[in-house]
């Protein structure tokens, strides 16, 4: 059982005297607990995190390189400024894909203007435009570039898109994208989502060959839009839309293609998963080009089921008969799944802390295998999403917002989940404490956790935490019998 | 269907069934537009070539897969090496939650670390209110005993003072103004981790000892017979520092550790989460001052701070990551001279020890060649093991060592017969080693995670040595220095000599001859 509203609220409010009055007035207003019938979690967020509370969250060269355009495998994404932000964020989120690395896809590798102080003081551009210059005689096919802004590149002034122009005339009309996702721009992540989106639509929508790339379109062709194939996420799902009869014609952007990008508005539905990071270009695509978009769940079987259904309802009854099929024909892996884990999981409480949709679309996977979510809270979430998560959590969860490193040790001391699901950051924090714990960003280097197949991972793996011998470990025997 | 709970597929496997098979070879033929199979692969064969090579090496602007971090990393390890010490960085926060994830996915250990989180409006008007309001807070919430304050690019940018920001902060009642918060400024376009651990360090040590940034007086030194050590920048930090310590308690050496993460980056797991642990405390760090003599492990981690301590009177040495028997004996009979103390005999066996294991197995790495590639100290140190060993270092490579470094390499490598071919490449990254491993093949590469690439790439095997280690798990608790040290190493190196050994006559039928049970 999770903690009663009076409960959260007492706790929240011991948790709160740590801070300094200014700072715990502010940091109220980001932790509540969701009541039954409010439309929303009852708490601000996308609001700037306060310094020095130990914030969880990243920058907007994060959402944009990190997240929504270095998966894009057959273009080379410059991670233009000093070296660290490449460095750290290199190769590390694991958005599968598969080519001959460093001749035609650069997925994992780390390109970098790495710049130096003369660089600062006199500018960068000329030395971009050296870059892709140099990248045009070692890479010579690769499809595409973008260039990722670090925080420096909006202080001295660069002009970036000024040179990305000019190179990609010289270029005969090679794709390349500027993208002002500096780390100081925003919030959070979120706004380099957002950015990024931006710049897909300027860079590569507006300026599209219609002749480049041509295929017949079909009228189940769809597009898989906000998966990063982390461990092949993006797969496991393809397969299932597949075998519902519908052409997937391009993955954004886990294992994706510049291609793809292009031809998305020949789509006749997008398909959303993280709502999070790419809503933007889904409204755009609909507005611009009429196409529909529709959010869907494939995590755990009631909500994969639900949006298999969700998805067919937008076709004809072929689809729609299909649907039906693929749920059928999983119902044994999935009755299996849930039969051997369901025991053994039954009742256990879970607390999150994730990005993008996590804190609300892995609440259902959870519950199937009879496991109760009693906190969550987004890293870098907006109003919309704590209102779509009022169709997930229970009444009486405790929510927080960009919770900081006090706050979360603290809630996790009290509420005493059985699991706790957030990131590297925070993993071993709990471990030391005797909290059994799986990464939720990068499902802790294991995955596909979507679709079926995916499900049947997640399963095993909460399983393989929670009921890890080791956790009857922690303390000595001598000390447990005094 | 592909999956199956009882034996349930992992990425590894599943992605190889028939199905999924199936639905990327018709992702590709439809969707992805990918270049021509034959294009393809002359551009694959292409990139072997001695003449890409040299294109390769011609570049001037672009890096690719660099084997280092930026300064703010190395300033976050310093701090976190002093007792309840929590490293504040001022800028950017993307900056620290990636420094912490990168620790931890080294260390597979937390690291606290706090940002004051400037935006938009800092950038305009400058992080002032951030430092006020995040001292505070940072104060209030983990209790830390001193903060330590260093920079990201953005606040180096605009050209925020810390030393003014804190003093400001102090008036305003953010902290108390006797509360000790040394800092450093870090530029992220300036040198790289291992400059900012220098100039982090620098800046706590010139702190307690000059004055506490003119709100205290400055020490005065009375020189003792104590000794400092001083690491650097180390992926194997936990199981180092201990060994030195060990080492100077047999020599009976009273000595104080000068930036020590070595607890609070190995806490146990019992209940407890420990956001500080060990490290040096200030109390230390001012009795530091009176010590006769202070020894740097890695010379290129910490010249501004040796500097800083020669200026104060300390007899100073500064080594290269010694290792291997003649690093070690080095490092202890400098020890040795400044203490006047012997080195005991348990070091002499373990130093026996150590040759009789190197004499056992000198057979089976004698002309063996070797690429390695990590930071100038790491690279000096294990290309002088690999000479002591036969072995050939042919490609010594360090992105963030110059001219200067590789001179001192090639004066290794031309001081030995088995440095004879063998070439230091300063200023060069893992682009450029690729281009060497396929013009000059050697036998192994000895590097950090990212050199699995290489392998992948080159055939070549990789030997994890230097920072970060992501892939594989508890190397940094085990020490690489001291005889100890080097016989890990020495192991480590056999291993996957013996390994690559069996991999290439495992053929039955085919091999079988040479796949021996008595190696």
Known sequence: MSLTVEENKALIEEVLKAYPEKTAKKRAKHLGTFEDGKPDCGVKSNIKSLPGVMTIRGCAYAGSKGVVWGPIKDMIHISHGPVGCGQYSWASRRNYYIGETGIDTFGTMQFTSDFQEKDIVFGGDKKLEKIIDEIEVLFPLNKGITVQSECPIGLIGDDIEAVSKKKAKEYEGKTIVPVRCEGFRGVSQSLGHHIANDAVRDWVFDKVDPNKNVFESSPYDVAIIGDYNIGGDAWSSRILLEEMGLRVIAQWSGDGTIAELENTPKAKLNVLHCYRSMNYISRHMEEKYGIPWVEYNFFGPTMIEKSLREIASHFDDTIKANAEVVIAKYRKLIDETIAKYKPRLQGKKVMLFVGGLRPRHVIGAYEDLGMEVVGTGYEFGHNDDYQRTTHYVKDGTLIYDDVTGYEFEKFVEKVQPDLVGSGIKEKYVFQKMGVPFRQMHSWDYSGPYHGYDGFAIFARDMDMAINSPVWSLTKAPWKKAA | ?519
């Not at chain 2, 080294?106 to 409006?121: A, G, L, Q």
């Not at chain 2, 004055?211 to 030194?221: D, E, S």
């Not at chain 2, 890695?298 to 301590?309: A, D, F, P, R, V």
């Not at chain 2, 790495?365 to 100038?376: M, Q, V």
């Open chain 2, 1 to 519: 269907m592909p999956q199956n709970v009882e034996k349930v597929l992992d990425h590894e496997n599943l992605f190889r069934e028939p199905e999924y098979k199936a639905m990327f070879d018709n992702k590709r033929s439809q969707f992805e537009f990918r270049v021509p199979a034959e294009e393809l692969a002359k551009q694959i064969e292409y990139a072997k070539t001695w003449e890409y090579r040299e294109k390769n090496f011609a570049r001037e602007a672009l890096t690719v897969n660099p084997a280092k971090a930026c300064q703010p990393l190395g300033a976050v390890f310093a701090a976190v090496g002093f007792e309840k010490t929590l490293p504040f960085v001022h800028g950017s926060q993307g900056c620290v939650a990636y420094y912490r994830s990168h620790f931890s996915r080294h260390f597979k250990e937390p690291t606290s670390c706090v940002s004051s989180s400037m935006t938009e409006d800092a950038a305009v008007f400058g992080g002032l209110n951030n430092m006020i309001d995040g001292l505070a807070n940072t104060y209030n919430l983990y209790k830390p005993e001193m903060i330590a304050v260093s920079t990201t690019c953005m606040a180096e940018v605009i050209g925020d003072d810390l030393d003014a920001f804190i003093k400001t902060s102090k008036q305003k009642g953010s902290i108390p103004a006797e509360f000790d918060v040394p800092f450093a400024h870090t530029p992220a376009f300036v040198g790289s981790h291992i400059t900012g651990y220098d100039n982090a360090l620098q800046g706590i040590i010139k702190y307690f000892w000059d004055g506490k940034a003119g709100q205290g007086t400055a020490l005065t030194r009375i020189p003792n017979e104590s000794i400092n050590f001083i690491g650097g920048f180390d992926g194997f930090v936990c199981g180092n520092l201990p060994e030195i310590r060990r080492m100077l308690d047999l020599m009976g050496v009273e000595h104080t550790i000068l930036c020590d993460p070595s607890d609070v980056w190995n806490t146990p797991t019992d209940g407890e989460f420990r956001m500080y642990d060990g490290g040096t405390t200030k109390a230390q760090v001012e009795a530091a001052i009176n010590a006769k003599a202070t020894i740097s492990f890695q010379g290129y981690s910490t010249e501004k701070t040796m500097k800083l301590i020669k200026e104060h009177g300390h007899d100073t040495t500064s080594f290269h990551h010694p290792m291997g028997v003649t690093g070690t004996d080095a490092f202890l009979m400098k020890v040795s001279e400044l203490t006047g103390k012997p080195i005991p005999k348990e070091l002499e066996l373990e130093r026996g020890r150590l040759v009789d294991a190197i004499a056992d197995s000198q057979a089976h790495l004698h002309g063996k060649k070797f690429a390695l590639y990590g930071d100038p100290d790491l690279m000096l140190g294990m290309t002088a093991f690999l000479l002591e060993l036969g072995a050939e270092p042919v490609h010594v490579l360090s992105t963030n060592g110059d001219k200067e470094w590789a001179e001192k390499v090639q004066v290794l490598l031309d001081a030995s017969p088995f440095g004879k071919n063998c070439k230091a490449y300063p200023k060069a990254d893992l682009w450029h080693m690729r281009s060497l491993l396929f013009t000059e093949k050697v036998d192994f590469l000895i590097g950090n995670t990212y050199g699995k690439y290489l392998e992948r790439d080159c055939g070549t095997p990789l030997i994890r040595l230097g920072f970060p280690i992501f892939d594989r798990h508890h190397h940094h608790r085990f020490p690489i220095w001291g005889y100890q040290g080097a016989l890990r190493v020495l192991t480590m190196l056999l291993d996957e000599y013996f390994e690559a050994l069996d991999a290439n006559t495992i053929g039955i039928g085919t091999t079988d001859y040479s796949y021996d049970i008595i190696r």
